[in-house]
Every structure is written in C-alpha cells, then in structure tokens.
C-alpha cells in the first residue's frame, strides 16, 4: 500500500464570508457582508481573536469582493498605499507589523477615511494593548470594535458533519470527537484534516472509522503514541 503524506501546509480552500462558520458572531458577520457591500455606515473595524478564530478567514472573503485589498503584515509599502479604484483595505496580523509598515498603516487610514473609503484590521488582542505605536493603537479603537468567538466542541462537530455530507463523506460518530481531542483544535486544521481523511479513505478503500484516524494521525507524526 501507498503511504500517504499528511500535509497540512497545503493550500485552504478559497474561503469567502459565506463559508464562514458564524457560530455566536452573528452580529458580526451580518457586519462583514455590509462592508462587503460597502452598505455600512461606519466605515471602520478592528477585529480580533485568538489564532484559529477566523480572522484571516474573514479578510480572505472581503477581499474577493471587487475593489478590495488584502494587506498582509509583511506587505510592501506599495500595498499600505491609498489609490482610489480600492475602496476596501484589509489589513491583517497589525500586531506583527514593522515600524515603517505601523507609519504606513496610520497614513492609510486617514487617507481612507478622508475618501470615504472602507477598512477592515485584524489582530490577536482588543486594541487598547495592542503592541503597536500609540497613534496607530488610537485610531484601532476608533470605529467598531468586535471579538471573535470561537465555535464550541459541538459547533465544530456540527459544521465538519455538514462538510463531510456535502462531500458525500460518511463518518463513524467517534471519529470528530476523537479528533478534537488528539489534534489541533482551530477550524482551519480540522477542515484540511477532513480533506486528509477523505483522501486517505479513497486512498486505502477503507471507510472513515477511527481505526483509518488514528492510523492517519500515526502518520502525520509517528512519534506520537495515540491511545484509546
């Protein structure tokens, strides 16, 4: 038999605001697709979490939205610069940026909202303690501020069953909860595992049973001693 690889650095799948799991941030995603469609009034918003909440996720959607821009933390300077055929700026991970690319990131945002137009940040922390220059910080907490929260073990469960229906997927009822308990535990990592999983059962024409997981997860990191 084939070894398969367990690769979870391949490439997401395109994420958009739809396949956002909206979990207790309904007040919030209702938010992003006004943005999206640059219907609301308030024209800023800092959004943060911790790491695997679905911030990137977010940004990722708007920015398939025509006339938005995806600002990555190590983005040029020519990324942080205003031009008026972008009227959604994205920027993400604002924690992580360089002291030239903070000055950018305030620049850009009074250019933004001098022209009316749209901005959307992200980052791990409220803006108060952010760590970033104390101009930039002040202007994080200027428009809406909200937390993303993210979903709970049963949410979790209840959206990769929904993700391994649409792909005509069947799961023995131990496996997702398992999973939860023996793997990294962000939406992101469990989704590709989902993929992984449907790849290796196709692979070895044996059916998703916790027996396939653990052999999977043997092979992602046979080191690790998984017990029952």
């Not at 993210?150 to 069947?170: C, H, N, P, V």
């Amino acid at each position: 038999m084939k070894q398969l690889v367990l690769d979870l650095g391949a490439a997401d799948p395109a994420q958009s605001l739809d396949t956002f799991q909206i979990g207790a941030n309904a007040e919030m995603a209702h938010l992003m697709h006004q943005f999206a469609q640059r219907a609301s009034r308030e024209h800023f918003c800092y959004l943060w979490a911790e790491t695997g909440a679905g911030k990137t996720h977010i940004l990722h959607g708007l920015a398939a939205t025509p006339g938005s821009r995806y600002i990555a933390a190590d983005a040029s300077a020519k990324e942080f610069t205003y031009t008026p055929d972008i009227s959604l700026y994205l920027v993400d991970d604002i924690n992580r940026l360089s002291p030239k690319r903070q000055i950018d990131a305030f620049a850009l945002f009074n250019q933004v909202r001098e022209h009316g137009a749209y901005m959307v940040c992200a980052g791990p922390v409220p803006p108060a303690v952010l760590p970033v220059r104390e101009d930039l910080r002040t202007r994080m907490g200027w428009g809406l501020v909200y937390q993303i929260h993210g979903l709970s073990d049963d949410e979790k469960i209840a959206a990769l069953t929904q993700a391994a229906e649409a792909r005509g997927l069947t799961l023995s009822a131990s496996v997702l909860p398992y999973l939860l308990s023996h793997f990294k535990r962000d939406m992101r990592s469990l989704s590709t595992m989902l993929d992984a999983l449907d790849q290796y059962s196709l692979e070895t024409q044996r059916p998703v049973t916790l027996p396939l997981l653990r052999d999977l997860l043997l092979q992602g990191n046979p080191q690790n001693d998984v017990k029952e």
